[in-house]
């Protein structure tokens, strides 16, 4: 989605990109770095809380995009917190590392950015931790609750179980006390046969600094 997303905005986008993408020899699309002119001003603006959300499409080619988060940022639109997309050639250190090093040159004020937020998969914590020395990086509770959404589909579970499950997920998302956090963690472990229970990584349920990044909105 988010792929399709982009390329709407590369068509719809009149103004001049600070950044131009670079296409192999085939005619896929090899890397992107793209940054539209109002993209750092948006990023200067609201530089303290980083979401770096990553999808992927059946080729393998994987999409970055970053985008501003926190109770400050009042955006409209889809779109309108992103500040940055790219693709690297590949997911290893050496490219992902241009990738953060091309947003910090178009992007002066990453030196004030506090804390990153990113999904369960994202594989370049150690780069990241490099490129951004101050920022503290932590797991999106987001992202957190669809992968748990996931894993009870994955989990076959009886209907009246995987019900209760979801629902308590959506109420813990809505509003993540302390409270409702540790009954949905006592509720896994109840519920989730024990061979399985690891798969879900609960104890991020009990992770204080997961969640105190999230209680804005809830």
Known sequence: ?????LNGLLIKDSSPPM???QVSKTP???TLN???C???DVFAHFPEILLIYRTYNPRGKVLYTFLVDGP???LEGPLARAVYFAIPAKEDAESLAQVFQVFKKFNPAWGRVCTILVDPHFLPLPTLAMEFPTAEVLLSAFHICKFLQGKFYQLSLERPVERVLLTSLQSTMCSATAGNLRKLYTLL???IPPSRLLELHSHWLLNDHIWLAHCWRS
Not at 1 to 5: C, D, E, F, K
């Open 1 to 5: 989605m988010a792929l399709t997303m």
């Open 19 to 21: 950044l131009l993408h």
């Open 28 to 30: 896929q699309l090899d």
């Open 34 to 36: 793209y940054q539209s």
């Open 38 to 40: 109002f993209m750092p």
């Open 72 to 74: 400050l940022v009042q």
């Open 189 to 191: 472990s109840n519920r």
